[in-house]
């Protein structure tokens, strides 16, 4: 993720100042690219086996190609790099262990890697000796480059000519160097990529900032937010981030700015992956809670700060115990003794993006969740939000039934928060009214539900599904 500035990470930044008062300017959107259209399957069975073993093989279908520079500009200005979350009006949200398994198909577990700086004069020796160019196309290309880097179009070409000499290994590290700079290790410039990753793949028979995880990411938990389809080549059990697409850009990135600034709980799901957790079952390690290194870069992953990502209600308060930078590697190693105890997890949520009372006010007083300022944002609330896809095999009754239990849950939320407030005193007939009322949406819901799961199991019986 980009690094950002507390405050500064907002879309809208502090510039000059004019008779003392700050002038507020639009960074505009980010660069983004993309290169999924230059990733292609290798067509020699060797290589592409190498390739499956190492598990980087969904970084190749997986990888979008075409990504929306508004809709990721607009979350990743709301990203803060001390807490490893996105700050929305509802609260916290992040990418998880969880997600990067389900979404890329990629491992999660073992040894974290720590490589070295490369000066220009070991980058050449390592380019000679991994992918078999002579001394000369290394020290021109790092010349070009000017240091331990070589672009992606002379990767390309170096492949090409391994695989026509028959140089299976030094083809496939090639590949592989060209996939990660493509894709998990690529950079702001967009052409090239760190000399030193090639020590990843030095031994092949042992291998273990990315916009298309960040987008898939986004379509999976916001599915209102803009025009979003079911890919017609999605078969059950692939990388999920290949599940869904963009229909057509989203347009400026204000208008994003506008959505997240009014999005309620019932516009996210907050745990999309039930129905896909045969293929990628839920491990103990996504509750891992401490930092996590990638090069020379740490980060921190903090399940507490995003508990409704995993069914369970959010805390107001933080452990005091900050999660030590040091022995990262055998923490995460040994990451049965560092996950997030039950007591500090609480209760399991009764409904999706359950949230507890203070929560919301304490939040936006430690964060500034909102991006667009006061006096020029939009205060209306969102319209009720219906599915904008539906799923292969679902009949109109189960796509309305979904669109049911959202409408309970939000009239059910609502008359638990109108509950809380002092307009509701205790004894009164408003309190008794409220109470009878919120009964009704939970007696709906919970009808609802079990009427939903009945269909389900008559679907796995070989029914048709339909209700009376």
Request: with cysteine; charged share 25%.
């Amino acid at each position: 993720m980009p690094k950002t500035r507390g405050a500064s990470s907002r879309g809208i930044e502090t510039g000059d100042s004019v008779r003392g008062e700050p002038v507020e300017r639009d960074r505009g959107t980010l660069k983004v690219v993309t290169h999924g259209r230059k990733l292609k399957r290798p067509e020699d069975d060797y290589i592409r086996d190498i390739i499956d073993d190492s598990g980087l093989g969904p970084l190749i279908e997986g990888t979008h190609s075409m990504v929306d520079r508004s809709l990721v500009s607009a979350f990743t200005e709301r990203w803060h790099r001390e807490t490893s979350s996105f700050h929305l009006p509802v609260g916290e949200m992040t990418i998880t262990l969880d997600d990067v398994s389900t979404l890329l198909h990629l491992p999660v577990t073992g040894r974290l890697f720590s490589l070295p700086a490369l000066s220009r004069e070991d980058a050449k020796a390592l380019l000679v000796s991994a992918i078999k160019v002579s001394h000369a196309e290394a020290t021109t290309e790092t010349e070009i480059t000017r240091g331990a880097y070589v672009r992606l179009s002379w990767l390309r070409d170096v492949y090409k000519s391994n695989i026509e000499s028959r140089n299976l290994n030094a083809a496939a590290r090639a590949y592989l160097l060209h996939l990660v700079g493509c894709t998990i290790f690529a950079d702001k410039s967009a052409t090239a990529v760190r000399v030193t990753y090639l020590e990843l793949f030095r031994d092949l028979r042992n291998l273990a900032g990315y916009t298309t995880l960040l987008q898939a990411w986004i379509l999976e938990h916001f599915p209102h937010i803009m025009h979003i389809e079911r890919s017609p080549d999605y078969v059950e059990g692939m990388p999920l981030c290949r599940r869904l697409r963009l229909h057509r850009p989203v347009g400026d990135v204000v208008s994003v700015r506008q959505y997240l600034d009014r999005i309620r709980h019932e516009d996210i799901i907050w745990i999309p992956y039930v129905s896909y957790r045969p293929y990628r079952p839920f491990h103990d390690i996504y509750w891992y809670y401490g930092y996590i290194s990638c090069g020379s870069s740490s980060f921190p992953h903090l399940p507490d700060r995003v508990l409704r990502q995993y069914g369970h209600p959010p805390v107001t308060t933080r452990s005091v115990a900050v999660p030590p930078m040091t022995d990262i590697h055998d923490h995460y190693l040994h990451y049965e003794d560092h996950l997030l105890d039950a007591g500090r997890r609480g209760p399991v949520a009764t409904h999706a993006g359950e949230c507890i009372h203070g929560y919301l006010d304490w939040f936006r007083i430690v964060s500034h969740p909102y991006i667009i300022p006061h006096q020029e944002r939009v205060h209306d609330p969102l319209p009720p939000t219906l599915p904008v896809y539906r799923e292969e095999g679902t009949s109109a009754g189960t796509q309305n039934s979904t669109a049911h239990e959202v409408l309970f849950e939000g009239i059910s939320q609502r008359m638990q928060a109108l509950l809380r407030t002092n307009m509701c005193t205790s004894g009164s007939d408003g309190e008794r009214l409220t109470q009878e009322a919120l009964s009704i949406a939970q007696m709906g819901m919970q009808n609802l539900c079990t009427r939903i799961s009945r269909t389900y199991q008559r679907k796995r019986r070989g029914g048709d599904g339909s209700t009376s």
